[in-house]
């Protein structure tokens, strides 16, 4: 049996600097579900930025942990939603376990890539604008956190 997740996760929003966001398509929905790079701790005891840069490389295939160049590209907005987590996946959860705190992380790459999905994880990928991505997301949350973007882009 598998452990069970840590309501603590990380939602990296992934750009260019001309404000193109990369979403990515769940594998899991049986509706279209876009949303940008997410992932809980593994730990309890794991760095945010850690998980961060951790579910960008499972996810993606990019590295920007510390020994990365775009290392420095990876950057906490130091902001948090707390939000109900979808009944579908409570049965991940600890009994009891309803809500789950996100951590907002931006990452800037040079231009657009060709991500390598995790197949398990997601589906398909698309670069769009900043406001179209929003639009796309599925998760208000993550509509919100790309709606930001022009702030931390700066």
Not at 82 to 111: D, K, M, Q
């Amino acid at each position: 049996m598998r452990p069970f997740k840590i309501p603590e996760s990380v939602l990296v929003v992934i750009y260019t600097p001309a404000l193109d966001v990369l979403l990515i398509r769940r594998a899991d929905a049986s509706e279209v579900f876009w949303q940008s790079v997410t992932g809980s701790k593994d730990t309890p005891q794991e760095a945010l930025a850690v998980t961060a840069a951790r579910e960008v490389a499972e996810e993606t295939g990019i590295d920007c942990g510390p020994s990365s160049p775009l290392a420095s590209q990876l950057r906490d907005w130091e902001l948090t939603n707390i939000y109900e987590i979808y009944s579908r996946w409570r049965r991940r959860y600890a009994p009891g376990v309803t809500r789950n705190t996100e951590h907002l992380f931006g990452l800037c790459v040079p231009e657009r890539f060709v991500p390598v999905l995790a197949p398990r994880e997601h589906t398909h990928w698309q670069w769009l604008p900043y406001r179209e991505a929003a639009d796309a997301c599925f998760s208000p949350s993550n509509a919100e956190a790309v709606l930001l973007l022009p702030q931390f882009a700066r």
